[in-house]
């Protein structure tokens, strides 16, 4: 069991069970894609750049790294949680084979979004891959191809999640207890 020297942070995922779970999610595209050309992960900025890293080096499939970055406003089904891109892809991912990467889906609204706006492109395929799952807070449906982990409702930063831009380069995740 992993301690944590900060009293407000309770660890839920060590860094042991987190490299488990990603070499698995390695092996399982790994296994999927290896017959298929043209991989294009994407990577969506800028949480989900520990988890890209760890799950590229568990690939044994060929593929082209992209990072795509957003700013999202409102969190709400009204306000479809607004999302603007702030860096856009330099790979055209037109004919090519896409697997989006996130780090956490929450409402899903970004996700929805981002999904939206890539199939604009005509990619001959698109699949989704996230570490952790919040299935309790979605506002949208959005489709999941491979998941690292499903978690309750509850705030939680590290491994690429953060809390005012604080916690995102803990090896563990850990629920925060804001007080
Ligand atoms: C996080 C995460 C997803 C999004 C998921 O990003 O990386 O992109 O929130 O939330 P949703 O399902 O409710 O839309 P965040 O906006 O915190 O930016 P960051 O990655 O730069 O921290």
Do not use: H
Request: proline share 2%; aromatic share 8%; with cysteine.
């Amino acid at each position: 069991m992993e301690y944590s020297q900060d009293n407000s942070l309770e660890i839920l995922l060590s860094e042991e069970e987190i490299i488990a779970r990603v070499s698995r999610l390695g092996e399982e595209i790994s296994r999927d894609y290896a017959n298929v050309d043209d991989l294009v992960l994407v990577s969506v900025l800028r949480g989900s750049v520990y988890f890209v890293v760890d799950l590229s080096r568990c690939l044994t499939v060929p593929f082209t790294l992209d990072f795509i970055g957003i700013n999202k406003y409102g969190n709400t089904k009204d306000s479809m949680g607004i999302v603007r891109i702030t860096k856009d892809l330099d790979v055209n991912i037109s004919g090519k084979n896409v697997l989006l990467l996130e780090d956490i889906v929450d409402t899903g609204l970004t996700l929805n979004y981002l999904l939206k706006n890539l199939r604009t492109r005509n990619p001959l395929s698109i699949r989704v891959c996230i570490f952790l799952d919040m299935p309790g807070r979605r506002i949208v449906d959005v489709p999941v191809d491979y998941r690292g982990v499903e978690m309750q409702d509850v705030f939680v930063v590290g491994y690429g999640l953060d809390y005012q831009e604080r916690y995102r380069n803990l090896k563990y995740i850990a629920a925060l207890k804001k007080d």
